[in-house]
């Protein structure tokens, strides 16, 4: 069983960068791994979803152009860089991975992973 563990969150100023980190316990070079974010009073988001085989990855359209995910595998890791940074994007963010073996595209919904880190915190102020 998969234990992710979220790090790099924190308070920035609009236009600043961060890159949050999402350490997995185990070998994850077959997982599918996305990041989600929840603001208060708002739902659940997908941001960003990498697959296995790093052949695919994917963005909302609202961080298109301004935040990259990448993954090492050799350090069972995978990025976020977030760059261009707007109040809008504050919210906890979740790691999420999920089981996939190479096969198929990431997925942009929660549902669809089956193990959640414990969030990390962003906060843009304008």
């Known amino acids: 069983q998969a234990q992710l563990v979220e790090s790099g969150g924190g308070l920035v100023q609009a236009g600043d960068s961060l890159r949050l980190s999402c350490a997995a316990s185990g070998d994850m070079k077959m997982y599918s791994m996305g990041w989600f974010r929840q603001a208060p009073g708002k739902e659940r988001e997908g941001v960003s979803c990498i697959n296995s085989g790093v052949s695919n990855t994917y963005y909302a359209d609202s961080v298109k152009g301004r935040f990259t995910i990448s993954r090492d595998n050799a350090k069972n890791t995978v990025y976020l860089q977030m760059n261009s940074l707007k109040p809008e994007d504050t919210a906890v963010y979740y790691c999420?991975?999920?089981?996939?073996?190479?096969?198929?595209?990431?997925?942009?919904?929660?549902?669809?992973?089956?193990?959640w880190g414990q969030g990390t915190q962003v906060t843009v102020s304008s």
């Open positions: 999420a991975a999920v089981a996939t073996y190479g096969l198929g595209k990431c997925g942009s919904n929660g549902y669809e992973y089956d193990y």
